[in-house]
């Protein structure tokens, strides 16, 4: 490993919500730098002006700080390198593909739009569909390397539109040791002359990216595997530079959960799991995606998940808290092939994260939820209660209410299959006797409860089966749920004995 201070950076493009597969990057790079004592930086790659998309810069800040991600430097929180947005910083670049011109590694291309439509028909004509601005097909064409100095300088003086193009070497073979990858090896003839500062002076991702990491003193890139193919290239402008080109890691892809293909934005919703940490609105057509958040997901739960969807730590352990995962994780051991993603796994993340809470704060989590519905919250010692006895069943904060609205206002209804199966033409009166009984109870408790209504039972010579399934719809309106007699201590003896006398009274 170099021995250059850890800077790691986060440089998403602003062109929509933030993938769960860009905050894994970001989490990979925020840990690698935690653990190296470094720093993490946050930079907005914002040159490709007509895929910027409004609010989508704000999401990606927001996604960060509810996963607990914090930027040490970057855009949101400032340093000693700002302006962290790309586009801000366009005057910068220039120089620099200048630079590549006068050192003979770039060349200015003055090929219309209608020029390399053209060059490109004729090729599919010909059998090629992969026609590509080249080491060898830009000697056919309008550049700097093939028309003549003074039409060159002619061109430039008047104005007329050009592109910058990186000038690769021909057929030579670029090798880098990725840190997850290995050795990496790409011969340049399968490389094309990208386009490094285009017609409006703003640099395109390839050369903002090498001059920021530069600029910004980047030690380690860590990004997704779709960034792998750029790499040589990357790595070519390094040298042409003659700058020390940072280590690289290149993450695993994100696969759907039939491993078949990458998850993609569009997979979301069609297969019933998010793919975006918040809920997103697309400004552009006003589709709604769902987010972890809304879902109910806790932030640590999320990054867990995360954090996994690629690497483990190689024993059993699973559970891990951010600062536990600073500690753990190692880039190195990193996978190769893509990890499938599982969203029951991903429940799982969240139920264990969820009955380790402090009770007060699942409380609240609760008492939110019950808001967001309408449902009034019931005062601190009875929301605790509820949610002691429902966490069992409990994935998300929402799942106490949806599986125990019983608790929070009198049932709505009687479960109309059992109620046929369990009403009887004396069920009334024996919940009337029964709720004298427990008029009684002092305090009204659990307990207490369930031995007099034992007692009853052996005194009334009732079964179980025959009293129990109607008591609880009595109190709950359907037969299952947890014990009916911590239930009824819950609600205390006003309300419950209210519950018998109106199904009574119904029936
Ligand atoms: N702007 C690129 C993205 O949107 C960054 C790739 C990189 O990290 O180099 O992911």
Redesign the pocket.
């Known amino acids: 490993m170099s021995s250059r201070p850890v800077r790691v ?5 602003p ?1 929509g919500a933030l993938h769960m597969g ?1 905050v894994r ?1 970001a989490l990979y790079n925020y840990l690698f730098a935690k653990q190296h004592g470094g720093k993490f930086l946050l930079r907005i ?1 914002d040159t490709d002006q007509t895929r910027f998309v409004p609010g989508a810069e704000e999401y990606i800040l927001e996604a960060l700080a509810w996963c607990g991600i914090s930027p040490d430097e970057g855009q949101g929180v400032g340093g000693p390198h700002a302006p962290y947005r790309q586009s801000e910083r366009k005057p910068l670049y220039r120089q620099y593909a200048d630079q590549l011109i006068a050192a003979g590694n770039a060349y200015y291309a003055f090929d219309t739009p209608e020029d390399l439509e053209l060059v490109r028909e004729r090729a599919k004509a010909a059998g090629n569909p992969n026609w590509q601005y080249n080491s060898i097909t830009r000697t056919a064409m309008k550049n700097s390397l093939t028309l003549p100095a003074e039409e060159v300088d002619r061109r430039l003086a008047a104005g007329e539109p050009y592109v910058i193009r990186v000038k690769l070497p021909r057929n030579e073979e670029v090798k880098f040791q990725d840190r997850i990858r290995s050795w990496v090896s790409v011969n340049t003839l399968n490389l094309d002359d990208k386009v490094l500062l285009k017609g409006d002076g703003m640099p395109t ?1 390839h050369l903002a ?1 090498v001059v920021d990491d530069r600029l910004m003193d980047i030690s380690h ?1 860590i ?2 595997e779709e ?1 792998l193919p ?1 790499a040589p290239l990357h790595i070519l402008l390094y040298r042409f530079f003659d700058w020390e080109a940072p280590e690289f890691a290149h993450l695993p892809l994100l696969l759907r959960p039939d491993g078949n293909g990458k998850l993609s934005k569009r997979d979301g919703d069609r297969l019933g799991f998010p793919v975006f940490p918040l809920r997103w609105v697309s400004p552009e057509t006003g589709e709604v995606s769902s987010g972890y958040r809304e879902r109910g997901f806790l932030p640590e739960a999320f990054t867990n998940m995360l954090a996994f969807l690629g690497w483990n730590p190689g024993d059993n352990r699973e559970l891990f808290s951010l600062a536990e995962l600073v500690d753990a994780f190692n880039l190195d051991k990193v996978h190769k092939a893509g990890a499938r993603f599982d969203f029951e796994k991903a429940k799982w993340f969240n139920q264990q994260f969820l009955r380790a809470l402090p009770a007060a704060e699942l409380a609240q989590k609760v008492a939110a939820d019950l808001t967001r519905r309408g449902v009034a919250v019931p005062a601190p010692h009875v929301l605790e209660g509820a949610c002691s006895l429902l966490l069992d069943r409990a994935v998300f904060p929402q799942d106490v209410y949806e599986n125990g609205p019983y608790l929070f206002h009198t049932p709505q209804g009687y479960d109309p299959e059992m109620m046929g199966k369990k009403w009887t033409d004396t069920s009334a009166e024996h919940l009337r006797a029964l709720a004298q009984r427990f008029a009684t109870v002092e305090p009204f408790a659990a307990e207490a409860l369930e031995s007099n209504f034992k007692s009853y039972l052996a005194e009334s010579g009732q079964g179980f089966g025959q009293l129990g399934p109607v008591l609880r719809l009595a109190i709950t309106g359907v037969t299952v749920g947890p014990s009916v007699f911590e239930t009824m201590g819950l609600l205390g003896k006003t309300e419950s004995l209210e519950r018998i006398e109106s199904i009574c009274r119904a029936h």
């Open positions: 950076r986060f440089a998403p493009s062109t860009g990057t790659e991702y990216n890139v990004r997704g960034w750029s």
